[in-house]
T-cell receptor, first 115, second 113 residues
Framework: GNSVTQMEGPVTLSEEAFLTINCTYT??????LFWYVQYPGEGLQLLLK?????DKGSNKGFEATYRKETTSFHLEKGSVQVSDSAVYFC??????????????FGTGTRLQVTL | KAGVTQTPRYLIKTRGQQVTLSCSPI?????VSWYQQTPGQGLQFLFE???????NKGNFPGRFSGRQFSNSRSEMNVSTLELGDSALYLC????????????FGPGTRLTVT
């Protein structure tokens, strides 16, 4: 089956520090990969995506590269802000799912950024 | 464009009762998926509806059901509530099935006592 593994949190960083949140996946074929973010008291928001190997998704200073050889999609940001404090979810959807929109999520990684 | 809306936002029910949650997708989106989020199990897929038909179902008991109306609004129902059903229920919409780019509502926080 499909699965996503994320590093355990919480991750605590000082403002302007470099962020990496690791994500690896198991899937049949080559899925599309996503990072979603959940701020306190809210639903999930799509942060970035990549649909094929070597694609780099980017948004709001965050980046992640689809690495087929290591089945990874690590999230990075060069300089975090307090406003980035949230829970980050790595997710996948298999390619050629037909009519299925089922996202498989990792367990989430809580990021806390302090001044 | 208005986002995905869910009602109610908070709900407290007693064991054995039933509950209905509502979701209105983004205008023009015809696919609606439901997810359950709990601290222990994380985010788990419940089911997906498109054109008033259930297209996919997760591994949940039959007490969990849903439907979709002709205007794409969706409802989910949980009967004979158990304490373990306490969770945040998230609805997500997309233009069509098979899309990983989904737009989530704020969720309904259900507490079963």
């Amino acid at each position: 089956g499909n699965s996503v593994t994320q590093m355990e949190g919480p991750v605590t960083l000082s403002e302007e520090a470099f962020l990496t949140i690791n994500c690896t996946y198991t899937a049949t074929g080559y899925p599309s990969l996503f990072w979603y973010v959940q701020y306190p008291g809210e639903g999930l928001q799509l942060l970035l995506k990549a649909t094929k190997a070597d694609d780099k998704g980017s948004n709001k200073g965050f980046e992640a590269t689809y690495r087929k050889e290591t089945t990874s999609f690590h999230l990075e940001k060069g300089s975090v802000q307090v406003s980035d404090s949230a829970v980050y979810f790595c997710a996948l959807i298999p390619i050629n799912t037909g009519t299925a929109s089922k996202l498989t999520f990792g367990t989430g990684t809580r990021l806390q950024v302090t001044l | 464009k208005a986002g995905v809306t869910q009602t109610p936002r908070y709900l407290i029910k007693t064991r054995g009762q039933q509950v209905t949650l509502s979701c209105s997708p983004i205008s023009g989106h015809r696919s609606v998926s439901w997810y359950q989020q709990t601290p222990g199990q994380g985010l788990q897929f419940l089911f997906e509806y498109f054109s008033e038909t259930q297209r996919n179902k997760g591994n949940f008991p039959g007490r969990f059901s849903g439907r979709q109306f002709s205007n794409s609004r969706s409802e989910m129902n949980v009967s004979t509530l158990e304490l373990g059903d306490s969770a945040l229920y998230l609805c997500a919409s997309s233009a069509r099935p098979g899309q990983g780019e989904q737009y989530f509502g704020p969720g309904t926080r259900l507490t079963v006592t």
